[in-house]
């Protein structure tokens, strides 16, 4: 009996010793064969199919969605490759049209045009994401652009999230690096940690795993529902507050960081290309068309701002963007052109099906005359 007693620490000490050799080994192996050594703005190899419970909140938007992206992490049906004209289109959720489905998002339809009707074949490598800013944008184009093949322009439908975050933060800040990598890529170098175990390959697989799962739920978490409903309710009984936006520091910082990307571009010889950002707020617009922009109002308390404050505070945002044509930056206004309207547009700022087919038509006839190719 005491012999047996004596051999259960040793048990315990070599079952110990396996358990981190095989640690040790897997750790090594995964960056041998699959290391977190490059940047991806989406997780690569996605193929998503799942339904948005919250399209009965909404009209102009289909039930089911597909959301897929290839090897490189970014969505296109063609590859950024050698003899195609390749276009990075950056952007937060009104780049990425998550819920009206793969083939109805902008970038699609345009990239499909494009290659109907120009002699030289067109790749749209879209990398949008939900709340991306412009602060993301400029980390993600300098990291990107380098190890991707071929990008000859950069289109960028940008300034809500900017908009957004200023409303909560009116003296703006800058975010730390560690939460801006976070946000602005799916994957990143493990180097990129500071803390030791987040360095490892174990960590960032597994990172992976669980971010991975929670997309491939994505639309279909009941609890968005729920927060639809209580926003609505929030900002139908909220009063309008009398105090007016100060964006003063947001929009230099804005200023600062779209001419950081228009240097970029400019530098490598990349067409940058500048979309302002359609919304529904108007002045005079209808109590449900108000409830609808729900999601994107600022609600603190039993306050808000009026649907004019919001719309003169995007079109702030929107101006900074028009000051930056020249014979080197297009812009494409397309904030003007957009009907502000709910068939064009499901809530505060994102494209219902139609909204996005005009879009695609929209920015078509501007790029068939304005892109160095035929």
């Not at 799942?50 to 039930?63: D, H, K, M, R, V």
């Not at 719309?311 to 014979?327: K, P, S, T």
């Amino acid at each position: 009996m005491k012999r047996k007693l004596k051999k259960v620490p040793q048990n315990i000490l070599l079952g110990l010793f396996g358990s981190v050799l095989a640690l040790v080994l897997l750790e090594f192996g995964l960056r041998l064969l699959i290391p977190h050594n490059k940047y991806y703005a989406l997780y690569p190899n996605l193929n998503i199919q799942t339904e948005f419970i919250a399209n009965q909140y909404y009209s102009g938007l289909p039930l089911k969605f597909q959301y897929t992206s290839n090897d490189e992490g970014y969505r296109s049906k063609h590859k950024l490759e050698e003899g195609r004209y390749g276009i990075l289109a950056l952007g937060g959720s009104t780049t990425e049209c998550t819920y009206i489905g793969e083939k109805a998002n902008w970038t699609f339809l345009l990239e499909e045009k494009l290659n109907a009707q120009l002699n030289t074949e067109v790749t749209i490598a879209n990398v949008g994401s939900a709340g991306m800013s412009s602060e993301h944008h400029v980390v993600q184009l300098e990291r990107l652009e380098p190890q991707l093949s071929h990008v000859n322009a950069v289109i960028i439908l940008v300034g809500i999230n900017d908009f957004i975050k200023s409303l909560y933060s009116p003296e703006h800040f800058s975010l730390d690096k560690r939460t801006l990598l976070a946000k602005a890529f799916a994957k990143y170098p493990r180097s990129e940690n500071e803390k030791w175990y987040q360095r490892t390959e174990l960590w960032m697989h597994y990172r992976d795993f669980r971010v991975v799962r929670a997309k491939k739920r994505h639309g279909a978490i009941k609890s968005f529902v729920t927060t639809i409903s209580k926003r609505r309710n929030a900002l139908k009984n909220a009063r309008v507050s009398s105090v007016g936006l100060s964006l003063n520091n947001a929009l230099a910082e804005y200023s600062s960081n779209i001419q950081s990307i228009v240097d970029y571009c400019r530098d490598r010889n990349i067409m940058p290309i500048l979309i302002t950002q359609p919304t529904l707020w108007h002045h005079g617009m209808s109590e449900r068309e108000f409830e609808l922009t729900a999601l994107g109002a600022y609600i603190e308390g039993d306050s808000t701002y009026s649907a004019s404050a919001y719309e003169q505070g995007m079109n702030g945002f929107n101006n900074v963007l028009r000051e930056f044509a020249n014979d080197s930056v297009r812009v494409i206004d397309l904030a003007n052109i957009l009907p502000k309207d709910t068939i064009h547009l499901y809530d505060h700022c994102h494209f219902t099906m139609e909204g996005s087919y005009a879009v695609s038509e929209i920015l078509l006839s501007d790029l068939l005359s304005t892109l160095p190719i035929k």
